[in-house]
């Protein structure tokens, strides 16, 4: 399918797990007809049989690899698509009863009838499934020990139908560290009726939309192309994760034999096996790992965009918090209140100017009753009616409301400026941007270690060949040297060993959780520190407009009770003709007074509400704010495609450590002293290999 899935060993019998699993997830699904050639991993099965038509809803094929004529059986899984694939579902609720459903029972008797009809070349000697493949499998294996069974993410069978006192070692069941159904059963404790042995395998991605996926293990694309596109094209992180789930089968590197029950066998420790130690190294682990440096570099790729633009990413949240407090409240008047100059300082100018045209009127007003005959009506009912004294209260009013503004923009800059910067400030080494600088630290720890690794691999690797070549060769002059009787004088020459010693990384402790440590703690102290900025502001603002609102009411009460004095106690008729227009006078200016106050009141009322609703929402602004910071730390996707790179690595180094602890078991317990230091090599390199792998967990969430 792709060079990633290759096994280290071509001489391996084909019927091993990898090719089971694919044949299973991936080409059953195909529907393959009869004398279809289905490479995988670089060796060809013929379609010998098939039987994709049976009403129980069954789906099998017969294969025959062309090799070695090996037969298997291959059960197809759930395919609601298919002619029958109704049946497929009921198959699968049933399974959860005690009845044995009779695609179970067709499944056997396919079996029964291709075994004999194969008897000749040994009959049918492994069968594989996926899903409900898996569940067909173990079906048939439970009742026929002696076939080799594999599964993928199997189903389970139904109550009853196994032996509890049975272990069926013939059945390999892998489990996907993804795949929600096995996931399920385990927690439902339903997984104990699958038979066998059960293997995690760590392929996959864990996202929602790829369930199908790591349920099947494979992409269907047309092309057989097996990997998920991470990242936009063009943008730094674009790259692809590989999720064949028979590349994350580790097996032996001489026998093929999956290494999860423990060690394979012991073999014998000769220059073939070395040679094909040293050609895995250089093949099979090397390609791995470096699969796992472009998943790294990638994650690193990531990083250091994001690091590149801190300042377009601090500049923009900035904006952000800007323009919702702006646009918090509906008042036009509060548009630019995040600066000195704004429209709302301008407004209260306006409202002072206005207050000093009322009060003009007002003189006019307080002049016309302080002349006859108002001074005569004055001087009879003692009553004075100046209302002059008002207006200097509301004119202090809006200064300190002005005063208050002013400050508020103040604090509205300091916010911006200083308390925004600071959400992005943490960490170990007190950076400014601290979820990015612990990363960009500790993968500048974890790219020289990686390196090291790779460069300790390849000095192992040379060493095995060398090992190999002196064993024949000095085979070759010992035995020269007896036939000829003459001195043995085979000189050996070995790479030597250097140390390779990683380093430790102080960073990333908290692991990804890195962004959600540094998010709730800097919002927290943002939350506390902005509101003990605005809110006392806020709410004294308010106070003093509702002061103004008062002694506006005052005020034109007054001037309305002055005028209704002037004009309900008038002078006996045959006086007022010596005043006849005292009445249009006041009502004019009655009126110029009133018309500014009105549009000041009106003015203030809408401040006041402002920031009234300020103060009530700014809860809110903090909490619809708090999306656009946490983005800001980090871009989400981003730091999500670093968390899945990083999966995808360390699920290779966690089998190649795998590998190598089978590797430091052949090698080890041998007398040969050169043997004796191999092992001792590749207990160094399994060691660092794990060192890493625990480092680039540390980048996963």
Not at 414 to 442: M, Q, T
Not at 469 to 484: A, E, P
Not at 486 to 509: A, C, F, R, W
Not at 618 to 636: D, G, H, I
Request: some cysteine; glycine content about 6%; aromatic content about 8%.
């Amino acid at each position: 399918m792709n060079t990633l899935n290759g096994s280290p060993n071509k001489n391996i019998s084909i019927n091993n797990d990898k090719d089971l699993v694919e044949l299973a997830g991936y080409h059953a699904y195909t529907y393959p007809q009869r004398g279809d050639i289905l490479t995988v991993n670089g060796i060809d099965y013929q379609v010998r049989h098939e039987n994709y038509e049976d009403p129980t809803g069954l789906d099998a094929m017969t294969i025959m690899n062309m090799d070695t004529e090996e037969m298997s059986i291959i059960y197809v899984g759930t395919d609601a698509s298919g002619k029958y694939g109704k049946m497929d579902i009921l198959t699968d609720a049933q399974l959860l009863s005690d009845l044995t459903p009779a695609q179970l029972a067709a499944a056997r008797n396919y079996y029964n009838e291709m075994n004999n009809e194969y008897k000749e070349v040994g009959g049918v000697q492994s069968i594989a499934g996926n899903s409900l493949g898996g569940g067909l499998v173990g079906a048939v294996a439970i009742e026929n020990p002696e076939v080799k069974a594999v599964t993928l993410n199997p189903a389970l069978l139904p109550e009853g139908m196994m032996d509890p006192d049975k272990t069926y070692d013939n059945i390999t069941n892998y489990f996907s560290s993804y795949d929600v159904l096995t996931q399920t059963l385990i927690a439902l404790n339903l997984h104990d009726r699958i038979p066998g042995k059960q293997y995690e395998i760590f392929n996959g991605i864990p996202e929602f939309s790829k369930l199908a996926t790591n349920h099947t293990g494979y992409l269907r694309n047309e092309d057989g192309t097996q990997f998920y596109v991470i990242g936009e094209v063009g943008k730094p992180g674009y790259g692809k994760i590989y999720i064949d789930a028979d590349a994350h089968i580790v097996s032996s590197i001489w026998t093929g034999v999956p290494l999860y029950g423990g060690h394979s066998e012991r073999i014998e420790i000769n220059k073939e096996n070395l040679d094909l130690l040293a050609s895995s190294l250089q093949s099979h682990v090397m390609e791995r790992l470096n699969l796992a440096h472009e998943y790294l570099g990638n994650s690193v790729a990531i990083v250091d965009d994001e690091a590149s633009r801190y300042y377009e990413r601090l500049t923009r949240l900035q904006k952000i918090f800007e323009e919702m407090f702006e646009n918090l409240i509906s008042e036009p008047l509060f548009m630019g209140i995040t600066s000195i100059s704004n429209r709302l300082t301008a407004e209260i100018d306006h409202l002072i100017s206005l207050l000093n045209v009322a009060e003009s009127h007002a003189k006019s007003l307080n002049s016309i009753l302080n002349s006859p005959p108002a001074e005569l009506l004055e001087h009879i009912f003692r009553t004075n009616v100046s209302v002059e004294s008002i207006f200097n209260e509301v004119r202090s009013f809006l200064y300190d409301l002005k005063a208050d503004v002013q400050d508020l923009s103040k604090s509205l800059i300091r916010i911006i400026s200083n308390k925004i910067p600071e959400l992005f400030e943490g960490g170990k080494e007190l950076w400014y941007d601290a979820v990015v600088s612990e990363l960009k630290a500790h993968y500048g720890i974890v790219n020289n270690n990686r390196d090291k690794l790779l460069t300790h691999i390849s000095e192992y690797q040379k060493q095995v060949q060398d090992v190999a070549k002196n064993f024949h060769d000095r085979d070759l002059s010992l035995g020269q040297s007896i036939k000829n009787k003459s001195t043995h004088s085979h000189s050996i020459s070995v790479q030597g060993t250097n140390t390779y010693k990683l380093e430790d990384s102080p960073y990333m402790e908290l692991r990804m959780k890195i962004k959600d440590f540094q998010m709730d703690t800097a919002y927290s102290a943002f939350t506390t520190s902005t509101q003990a900025l605005l809110l006392p502001l806020l709410h004294q603002g308010w106070v003093i407009t509702l002061n103004i609102e008062t002694a506006l009411e005052l005020l034109s009460g007054t001037i309305k009770g002055a005028t209704k004095f002037a004009l309900d106690y008038t002078i006996p008729g045959k006086l007022f003709g010596l005043f006849t227009d005292f009445d249009d006078k006041i009502r004019n200016s009655v009126n110029n007074a009133l018309e500014p106050l009105d549009e000041l009141a009106g003015t203030i009322e809408g401040i006041r509400k402002g920031l009234n609703r300020l103060m009530t929402e700014y809860p809110t602004l903090l909490e619809n704010f708090r999306p656009y910071v946490e983005t800001a730390l980090f871009n989400n996707n981003g730091y999500y495609n670093v968390h899945l790179y990083n999966l995808a690595s360390i699920a290779i180094l966690r089998e190649m450590e795998m590998l190598f602890d089978d590797v430091v078991y052949q090698l080890g317990n041998h007398k040969a002293e050169a043997i004796e230091a191999l092992c001792e090599v590749s207990k160094k390199v399994k060691g660092n290999m794990g060192i890493l792998y625990e480092q680039v967990d540390r980048g996963t969430i």
